[in-house]
């Protein structure tokens, strides 16, 4: 069963600080994805990637940076957090063109 | 600019009764339609897809019937149960493009 696992499952950062997310993927997906979730937005699509050393904008990706260091890992990174960006976090792996996406429990992140 | 929308944004219906959640997009390239269910504390897991090639899709108690002419689909719960009370998720993805734009989400609640 794909099994997709995120870590911290809770962080809370100050404002300003830097909060690396990592996700980690035993299904060998090529493509994976950050979501964001918020209450009356649903989800909302940060940074994706196709592969080792590729990452891509998604809808919303100001105040994110996104690094594949190989076909497991996916980590989301801000560099300067801000309260905005309290909210909860969801990686995802994914087969090509689209299909299912298996995702990750989530990380709750409260930036004070 | 929203895609995709879901309505009602919460639905309560009895145990036993049919739940019908709907969903409908504006992009006229989305070609498959998956339906998510998130339960409170997890991540969003596939419930049940369908391509615009067919009109229905079922799944035991789940059904999808889709409209491609008027871009609208509907998700039917048929005997509906405590066990179904969980957040629904409408998404779709176009041909090319390894990414999902999603509703916001209907909560549908099964009072026992």
């Known amino acids: 069963e794909a099994a997709v696992t995120q870590s911290p499952r809770n962080k809370v950062a100050v404002t300003g600080g830097k909060v690396t997310l990592s996700c980690n993927q035993t299904?060998?997906?090529?493509?994976m994805y950050w979501y964001r979730q918020d209450t009356g937005h649903g989800l909302r699509l940060i940074h994706y990637s196709y592969g080792a050393g590729s990452t891509e904008k998604g809808d919303i990706p100001d105040g994110y940076k996104a690094s594949r260091p190989s076909q497991e890992n996916f980590s989301l990174i801000l560099e300067l957090a801000t309260p905005s960006q309290t909210s909860v976090y969801f990686c995802?792996?994914?087969?090509?063109?689209?299909?299912?996406?298996?995702f990750g429990p989530g990380t709750r992140l409260l930036v004070l | 600019q929203q895609q995709v929308r879901q309505s009602p944004q919460s639905l309560t219906v009895w145990e036993g009764e049919t739940a019908i959640l709907n969903c409908s997009y504006e992009?006229?390239?989305?070609?498959?339609f998956p339906w998510y269910q998130q339960f409170p504390g997890e991540g969003p897991a596939l419930l049940i897809s369908?391509?615009?090639?067919?009109d229905k899709k079922e799944d035991g108690r789940f059904t999808i019937f889709f409209n491609k002419r008027e871009k609208k689909l509907s998700l039917h719960i048929t005997d509906s149960q405590p066990g179904d009370s969980a957040t629904y998720f409408c998404a779709a993805s176009d041909p090319g493009y390894n990414k999902l734009t999603f509703g916001k989400g209907t909560v549908l609640l099964v009072s026992p």
């Open positions: 299904n060998n997906h090529n493509n």
């Open positions: 369908i391509r615009s090639v067919s």
């Open positions: 992009d006229s390239t989305f070609n498959y």
């Open positions: 995802a792996s994914g087969e090509d063109w689209g299909d299912t996406q298996y």
